[in-house]
């Protein structure tokens, strides 16, 4: 099951609404959705392939895809993740009671697809045979305070390598984060989920009361009619499946996981990905088109049609898309999000 | 006589060899060239106004400034100001042996264009009845190490304001400039000449013998023949007017004028022309199209068709135009041109 809801603010103006993450060409010659169709071919049969989108995506989603309709899940609203898991477990669970559901990010960036498939294998096990949310962790690169925490417990008995859960935590800030990083047992909460669909339901019902009611509709006969799926998505609480069901459930688990990972959530995160600061090309990289540069350093370049031509500068983000040119600075202390809010405020629609 | 040859190289993308600065609305509505055009015409009837430029701006110049093709002196080869001043002296003279000439570059930017007037008529006065070489000299507003200077010397006797020149000095280091700026009796050397033809003709027979050599073609009869032109350009030696001859001269007056210039020769002037880093837009400036600002301070955006966003940057000049993007420090540390040196040596002349 593939969350493909993702709005991409933090990567404007690369990403706009109608043409969000997943569907840019970030890192490498496939979209990042081709890639996670990829991923996720390794380990599932392509007739078990779910896609969950909004509706301003459908069509872009299935073209890109070649899934059909019936597969493709069309969130009515944007309810954040909390609703379309759950959506996506009561329409799978319908197929099949015991059906283990992957929900994996249309826009996750991660190179080792082998060891992805193998680390997805070990936790589906468990999932099935343990009634156990896992989420997987991820070993922290850096003192991130752009993404949530899972502090590692013991080992769990019967499955090599998976763990219980001591705690989740929410974004922290850079000292926090700092410590996370020197004390090892901590690992980002990197947003990919298995469990049987039966189980998360389970926990919905008890952990998440709201969501659990909103559900009410697909548990009449008829289930996932159109009318149905409105009915639900109006009245469920919009939240991430983190916050609304794996930080409250005692029945979590995570599978520490050592693959190369990254959300590229961000031009920062980008930037890092790509090893900008790095290599002998004086930190620079240049994606998509075509950069002159002279005395510039640890630039990020995204080009387009034209030619960007740095000259003297450094720790920068020049984006060139169609309609906008966009520069920032590399030190992460600005979010993307204002500038979009701004534009918003302004009416500005077309740019966004 | 305005001298539109300049090639406008520190101010590219902007500027292209195809379309220098003088075609620019670099600072208001009009291209330099139309208002250089403009003031001359507060001191020059029509008729007597000249444009000398290279062959691949004559037909742009002839059609901007309405003059017939007999006054826009097209130069052959590019042999910087010395032989276009030359050339031009020789032309006007032929007409008018007692002709004066105020020569001025096309692409300065003089706001009070009345001043401007008073004072090349003033000059104008000198340099017909005794016998000199007038430039003006504009007061330094900044240690700049991009201008020639002139010191100061004693009042000349006759006419207001007019003073003898003590000597002319070449681009200053910080230091030196500094010095000249605190000391108060130098002065830029704003390259703004007003002579009688013949007078800077013998001063070019005595002081430039290479270049009054090679004007021998228009000393023959038939005169300024296409080919008398093309013999004496591809002779000419390639130097500026100051270094050929004011320099070595003894008939150099200079009138200190007060009036605000600005030969617009960098993104800096142009950004300290526009008060970039004042005011209370946060220190912005927007020229041409739109900007989109957040936590950005001190930026010059050149926009052109589409929207220049800028998030938690400072002191940078971006430049849009239709096939480059140019991002560089408003320091003025960075050279352009050796931005496009490196274009010219990787053959990549379209974007020149």
Redesign the interface.
Known sequence: MILAGGAGERFW?ASRSDRPKQFLRVLGRQTLLDATLSRARRFARKDRIWIACGAEHAKAVRKASGLPASRVLVEPRRRNTAMAAAWASHRVQRIDPDAVLAVLAADHHVPDAAAFAKDIRLAARAAAEEEVLVTLGVRPTRPETGYGYVQVGPRARGFPRLCRVRRFVEKPDGPTARRYLAQGDYRWNAGIFVWRASVFLAEVERRAPDLHRALAPFRRPGGHTRKAVEAAFRRAPTLPVDVAVMERSDRVWTLPVEFAWSDVGTWLSLAEELGVGRGNTRGNRVLGGEA?L??ARNNLVWAGE????????ED?V?V??????????L?G??D?R??VA??RE?G?DE?L
Chains 1, 2 share one sequence.
Request: no cysteine; proline share 3%; glycine share 6%.
């Open positions: 103006p002159v002279e005395g034209r030619v960007v031509a740095l000259l003297g500068v920068l020049v060139d898309t169609e309609d906008v040119i966009f520069v920032t600075k030190d202390r600005s993307v204002r500038l701004k534009l302004a500005r740019l």
